[in-house]
């Protein structure tokens, strides 16, 4: 069953520090997501991206993140200066439709501790 | 604002008892509604959805859901709890590209 995977599964950064976040979608996906979960907290959406471009950001999505399509496969979530706050597990999702209907697959998560 | 409120932060239940997980929604038109599971390490599987029709969905793993509008709720049930459905679960609203989810019940089963 194809299935979103993500490297790497736990991260230790230092504060300040730049931090990459990788996601293979299922192949014929068209929609990536991505997702994070603070310790303790609900799911929060971060931003959804589509045709090469952000379709939707949240608040929590600022100038510190950005994503990127690099090449056919891979989908990447980029912390450019880490904070403490920061720390949460980071789910990548993707979707073969925009429908509301479509189901979202998941991964199963890349936890970033950052000290 | 749409929002999703799982009243239940944690439920413990006895293998082989029933189970109803709460969940709330408030959202401005017609919701599409989720419910999610995480095992622990895994990531987020698709229990149930519900976009229209029968208000009584059926999902994998021996799950149903009751949409019900006028109380604004989309309750998770299982009549017949196995050890292996000690999870946490999460309920979301779909709008535009995102989902919205609510904090999550964790589930305890006990033998």
């Known amino acids: 069953e194809p299935e979103v995977t993500q490297t790497p599964s736990h991260q230790v950064t230092q504060m300040g520090q730049e931090v990459i976040l990788r996601c293979v979608p299922i192949?014929?996906?068209?929609?990536f997501y991505w997702y994070r979960q603070i310790l303790g907290q609900k799911v929060e959406f971060l931003v959804s991206?589509?045709?090469?471009?952000?379709?939707?950001k949240s608040e929590i999505f600022d100038d510190q993140f950005s994503v990127e399509r690099p090449d056919g496969s891979n989908f990447t979530l980029k912390i450019r200066s880490t904070k403490l706050e920061d720390s949460a597990m980071y789910f990548c999702a993707s979707r073969a439709s925009g429908a509301n209907t479509g189901e979202l697959f998941f991964g199963e998560g890349s936890r970033l501790t950052v000290l | 604002a749409q929002s999703v409120t799982q009243p239940d932060i944690h439920i413990t239940v006895s293998e082989g008892a029933s189970l109803e997980l709460r969940c709330n929604y408030s959202?401005?038109?017609?919701?599409?509604l989720f419910w999610y599971v995480q095992s622990p390490g895994q990531g987020l599987q698709l229990l149930l959805k519900?976009?229209?029709?029968?208000?009584l969905v059926q999902g994998i793993k021996g799950f149903e859901a009751e949409f019900k509008r006028s109380q604004s709720s989309f309750n998770l049930r299982k009549p017949s709890v196995h050890w292996s459905d000690a999870a946490e679960y999460f309920c979301a609203v779909g709008a535009g590209y995102a989902l919205n989810f609510g904090k999550g019940t964790s589930l305890l089963v006990t033998p």
């Open positions: 959202y401005g038109a017609t919701p599409y």
């Open positions: 192949s014929n996906h068209l929609y």
């Open positions: 991206f589509y045709n090469n471009e952000i379709s939707e």
């Open positions: 519900y976009f229209s029709g029968d208000t």
